[in-house]
């Protein structure tokens, strides 16, 4: 064999299809031969996992290999440590010895030559089809938080490492040692059993950098407190030794959103590409000067698609909240960029859209927490990475109709599904919001609580009160709040109010702080009412107008305050809080079902219609309103469709055309 230039074009695949969690993994080979073709198609050259898989997957691999040998799927393996060791101690020698039998294991079933017993939260089965001559290398670790590196560094203090292929400097840390003895571990063991070595890397993210970011300090004028300096993982501190024939290299997790240095840091925007001002080059130029020795690759980068952000990006590239069409021509400028700052190559997050995930945005509101696989939020960004969607589709039938033929609305269809509430009314009259004011009150739970007012501008009172309240007017295309359930405010249970006021959804995403210089950086946050005007291809638009006439409107249950909808539960909890809990911790409500309510307004205020009712000269009355008590589906996974977001052949196409880079090479 001879060396060969590659630069990895690669793509993460997470395993979590809707209904399941991450490690219940398909056990289909047509299911991962469908997604290779695809991928193939995308001009992907490498496929990354992060554990060991079901056997058929590389089973489908090893089949889709031997069918396109002009262009195989090359394999990037992670080995995946267990989080959370007993006192985050990584030495312990019960968890040494559970971390390299799973390395032992993962190797093997490369080879086409394990035998793994059934066991919980791991991959097991009969492993026969030898995938190691496609694959790359094998990626060893996770994102380790701060908080465990430093408590693993003072419970072992003077640990080191040399092993037979990989070792520490003096001065290093004893996490940086445990990494290198789990990499030698690899790489002797597949030596040792199979006579074959292989690239090894370590996997970090920027949390753990070398570098210390003027923008990191606390509103005391100092670094305590401060999560993503706290402690770093350098690739200086590795050494390979004259044994170690096919290298080793770092492998990150690097995003322009997170963390909040990566906003943050003025010296990024004295970055420029061809498009202008790029923060995420700047950060990849920066970090790449502190990374010598060996090669590095961006083993995570993306967007994320969807109606909620998490994080600001003063470039553009948020932290979720982006179209389809953004996605994919943000992926190709951060991969050029990846390319043209000498990394050996990028893999996007992700394939699909993993509903199993969250992010700290959501997770305090998906309750129970163990339920939330069987629903998409679409405001979670971490649900809407992938370049594959997993949605749903809006049912072809209504749950409910309302008719009213004496008014100017004289329909109303409710439907749902395991992502939105639907609202379609039906007008005699040509919807126009520059010249109609349209009140949609949507109670949520509790009659007797809310909002009794659609706007302070109106005398009509509402039959019930109001939770949310959709307004499209000239001047406000909004989903809006009762005060008391605004969680933006840190407000979580609907009180009487009969003012008319509502507020934005508006929570902090991007916190507020001080730089060692004292330059402010104020906290920044979401508009999460915003309504986006745009067909519903996708989870990015909530409404349009079909031929004049006809109001097509969707919600997502996360922007409701719905915790679960697979069994009609609310947020609803009177406690003060200071800030979102863990998991589980907020206290709900089964509700018995939506009221939906429709006010039109001249922009004067003028009433001319009430829907479900009728306005007789002055005489106000509404007709009986049932809640809208959608049919539950609690432990069952909902119909959803699998399609290919707008931004596949935006990729398709620029991978193409970025070349071969000159670094990582194979043997």
């Not at 003895?181 to 070595?197: H, L, V």
């Not at 389809?324 to 990846?338: C, D, H, L, N, P």
Request: proline share 5%.
């Amino acid at each position: 064999d001879q060396w060969e230039e590659f630069f990895v074009k690669g793509i993460n695949i997470g395993m979590a299809l809707p209904g399941h969690w991450f490690t219940q993994f398909p056990d289909d080979e047509d299911v991962y031969y469908d997604w290779f073709v695809q991928i193939s198609e995308l001009n992907v050259n490498t496929l990354r996992i992060y554990t060991l898989i079901d056997p058929a997957f590389y089973r489908a691999l090893y089949l889709y290999n031997m069918d396109n040998p002009d262009k195989p799927l090359w394999l990037l393996q992670g080995i995946w440590p267990e989080e959370h060791p007993k006192n985050n101690d990584y030495w312990n020698n019960t968890y040494l010895e559970s971390f390299k039998k799973e390395i032992e294991l993962g190797i093997d079933a490369i080879h086409g030559n394990a035998l793994i017993p059934q066991r919980k939260g791991r991959a097991f089965g009969r492993y026969i089809a030898n995938v190691s001559p496609w694959t790359l290398g094998y990626l060893v670790g996770r994102e380790l938080e701060a908080q465990e590196v430093e408590a693993n560094n003072k419970v072992n203090m003077d640990k080191d490492f040399n092993g037979e292929f990989i070792e520490v400097k003096d001065g290093s840390t004893p996490t940086e040692a445990w990494l290198a003895w789990a990499c030698d571990s690899t790489i002797e063991y597949e030596k040792q059993k199979y006579k074959w070595m292989r690239p090894v890397s370590i996997v970090s993210w920027p949390t753990l950098d070398v570098t210390q970011h003027e923008s990191e300090w606390s509103d005391k004028g100092d670094k305590s407190n401060q999560f993503n300096d706290l402690e770093v993982v350098d690739i200086r501190n590795f050494m390979t030794t004259e044994k170690c024939k096919t290298g080793f290299f770092g492998t990150y997790h690097i995003y322009p959103n997170y963390p909040d240095f990566m906003n943050n840091e003025k010296i990024y925007e004295s970055y420029f590409d061809e498009q202008g001002s790029f923060m995420y080059g700047g950060y990849l130029k920066e970090f790449l000067g502190t990374h010598t020795g060996f090669p590095a690759l961006v083993g995570e980068f993306g967007m994320a698609t969807g109606m909620g952000t998490a994080h600001e990006n003063p470039t553009g590239l948020h932290h979720g909240g982006v179209n389809e069409i953004q996605q994919g021509e943000m992926i190709v400028r951060m991969m050029k960029t990846i390319k043209n700052e000498d990394y050996i190559g990028g893999c996007i997050f992700e394939w699909m859209d993993e509903w199993a995930k969250k992010t700290w945005t959501t997770e305090s509101f998906m309750i129970p927490y163990e339920h939330h696989v069987y629903w998409h939020n679409a405001i979670c960004p971490e649900q809407n990475y992938g370049i594959l969607a997993n949605e749903t589709v809006k049912p072809e039938e209504p749950d409910v109709t309302m008719t009213d033929k004496n008014g100017v609305i004289e329909k109303m269809e409710l439907y749902h599904d395991a992502t939105f509430v639907y609202i379609d009314l039906y007008s005699k009259q040509k919807f126009d919001f520059d010249t109609q004011n349209l009140y949609i009150g949507l109670d949520t739970y509790d009659r007797n609580n809310g909002n009794f007012k659609y706007s302070p501008q109106l005398s009509l009172e509402a039959p019930t009160g109001i939770e949310f309240l959709v307004e499209l007017t000239k001047n406000s295309r909004n989903i809006l709040v009762n005060p008391s359930y605004n969680i933006g405010r840190l407000k979580f249970s609907s009180k009487i109010d009969k003012s008319g006021k509502y507020e934005i959804i508006d929570p902090i995403i991007n916190k507020g702080r001080v730089t060692k210089t004292g330059r402010v950086i104020p906290e920044i946050r979401d508009n999460g009412s915003r309504l986006y005007y745009g067909d519903f291809v996708g989870n990015k638009y909530s409404y349009f107008v079909e031929n004049d006439k006809v109001l097509h409107l969707r919600i997502p249950w996360g922007r409701l305050n719905v915790t679960d909808p697979t069994s009609r539960t609310v947020l609803n909890d009177a406690k003060k809080y200071n800030y979102y809990p863990e998991r589980d911790v907020f206290d709900t409500q089964i509700s018995s079902g939506f009221v939906i309510t429709a006010v039109l307004t001249n922009p004067n205020g003028k009433l001319l219609d009430i829907f479900p009712g009728t306005i007789d000269e002055n005489n106000i009355r509404w007709n009986e309103l049932n809640p809208y008590a959608w049919k539950t589906w609690t432990w069952e996974t909902p119909p959803y469709v699998q399609r290919k977001k707008k931004s596949y052949s935006i990729i398709q196409e620029n991978k193409r055309n970025i070349l071969k880079a000159k670094q990582l090479t194979y043997q």
